[in-house]
T-cell receptor, first 112, second 114 residues
Framework: NAGVTQTPKFQVLKTGQSMTLQCAQD?????MYWYRQDPGMGLRLIYY???????DKGEVPNGYNVSRLNKREFSLRLESAAPSQTSVYFC???????????FGPGTRLTVT | GESVGLHLPTLSVQEGDNSIINCAYS??????FIWYKQESGKGPQFIID?????DKRQGQRVTVLLNKTVKHLSLQIAATQPGDSAVYFC?????????????FGKGTHLIIQP
């Protein structure tokens, strides 16, 4: 099993450009999450999907959209990137709710 | 909402010594806690968990202690090795579980001195 995979690993964008971060899990988990991690800020929840077909905002959703494409895949889209979105993005999944989450390797995004 | 916090941002220990990383939580009704390890350039990795009806749980070289009276969680790592150098996060589950996931602390950076 690959666990949680994310693509790309690194990305540099110019202000105003758009992109989609991809995440997939092969553990048959119901819940999936997108976090951003900034120095000194810990992990902050952007969006989550408690189950296939549902998505909800987390702590810092502004400037992002998500799609739960199917049970395996959960993508994060930046429609118009801003320098404040420079961060490391992690996708995670869990069987359900607020229990053990498995994390992907992260995407390091720089917006210039 | 309530959040999980850590006492020390950085902890430096000698290789072979035991390490203790502390975490204070403020939601006395939280019922599940996890410790994660994050190595440089990688995603957080599950280490060990504990439920609120327990006060101690042991894994391989790691022990988690839960003191509900003072709302304190600690991670003990025995005989630290260079590979233990990482940032360690505690996380909690809100009462009743939450669809929006765990609440994470900011992390403690553990440095192993040779």
């Amino acid at each position: 099993n690959a666990g949680v995979t994310q693509t790309p690993k690194f990305q540099v964008l110019k202000t105003g450009q758009s992109m989609t971060l991809q995440c997939a899990q092969d553990m048959n988990h119901n819940s999936m999450y997108w976090y951003r991690q900034d120095p000194g800020m810990g992990l902050r929840l952007i969006y989550y999907s408690a189950s296939e077909g549902t998505t909800d905002k987390g702590e810092v959703p502004n400037g992002y959209n998500v799609s739960r494409l199917n049970k395996r895949e959960f993508s994060l889209r930046l429609e118009s990137a801003a320098p404040s979105q420079t961060s490391v993005y992690f996708c995670a999944s869990s069987v359900r709710g607020a229990y053990e989450q498995y994390f992907g390797p992260g995407t390091r995004l720089t917006v210039t | 909402g309530e959040s999980v916090g850590l006492h020390l941002p950085t902890l430096s220990v000698q290789e072979g010594d035991n390490s203790i990383i502390n975490c204070a939580y403020s939601n006395s009704a939280s019922d599940y806690f996890i410790w994660y390890k994050q190595e440089s350039g990688k995603g957080p990795q599950f280490i060990i968990d504990i439920r609120s009806n327990m006060d101690k749980r042991q894994g391989q070289r790691v022990t988690v202690l839960l003191n509900k009276t003072v709302k304190h969680l600690s991670l003990q790592i025995a005989a630290t090795q260079p590979g233990d150098s990482a940032v360690y996060f505690c996380a909690e589950t809100p009462p009743g579980g939450g669809a929006d996931g765990l609440t994470f602390g900011k992390g403690t950076h553990l440095i192993i001195q040779p």
